[in-house]
């Protein structure tokens, strides 16, 4: 005899909501692996109400990833985190491991709540791209919430969406 667990959730998806002086982005990330996606809400860091759902989405995305959808890269994202396509070759990033301004791992965990993990990294620490991460291979959530995202053998500039507080159907509240 097979158990089966049927489970049903309503979201409000798709909206943006007011409470007083905040404004949150309530949405259902396609990148989620269960189902149609996953359940999220994030307080937007704006003062100013959104005119669109696809503007609110749009005041997640960092100026760099902003800026390099202007210039036609193709940014792809996982969650709250957004892989921008770089020209940097592995020789230029190791040359920087190698003078001591930037490390290299392997299967690292990015963002102090360790949701996600790097095949390949280079994290620079010192110098003008302190705090810069760069990464190949495949990001992936290490709870199985998205599905894994190839980055191939190209180095991508990992960088966080920009969010106060958010909340996933998983629970995770950050």
């Known amino acids: 005899m097979v158990n ?13 909501v007011r409470v007083r002086d905040h404004y949150y982005l309530s949405g259902v990330d396609e990148t ?17 109400a959104p005119r669109t759902f ?13 800026d390099a959808e202007t210039r036609g890269a193709y940014v792809r994202r996982q969650g709250e ?3 921008i396509p770089t020209k940097l070759t592995t020789s230029q990033l190791l040359h920087d491991v190698e003078r001591t301004v930037a490390v290299r791992h392997e299967n690292h965990i990015l963002g102090r709540d360790g949701h ?3 095949e390949e990294a280079v994290i620079y620490r010192f110098g003008p791209q302190r705090g810069e991460v760069f990464a190949r291979g495949v990001l992936k959530h290490t709870n199985d919430e998205h599905d894994p995202l190839e980055l191939g053998f190209r180095w991508h500039r990992i960088v966080h969406n920009v969010q106060g507080a958010s909340y996933s159907l998983a629970g995770n509240f950050d």
């Not at 696809?54 to 902003?66: C, D, H, I, R, T």
Request: proline letters at 2%.
């Open 54 to 66: 696809e503007e609110a989405l749009n005041f997640l995305k960092p100026k760099v990833v902003q």
């Open 116 to 118: 996600h993990r790097l």
């Open 81 to 83: 985190w957004f892989a």
């Open 4 to 16: 089966v667990i049927r489970r049903t959730v309503h979201t409000l998806g798709d909206s943006v």
């Open 32 to 48: 989620g692996r269960w189902g149609r996606g996953i359940y999220f809400l994030a307080e937007l860091v704006t003062d100013q």
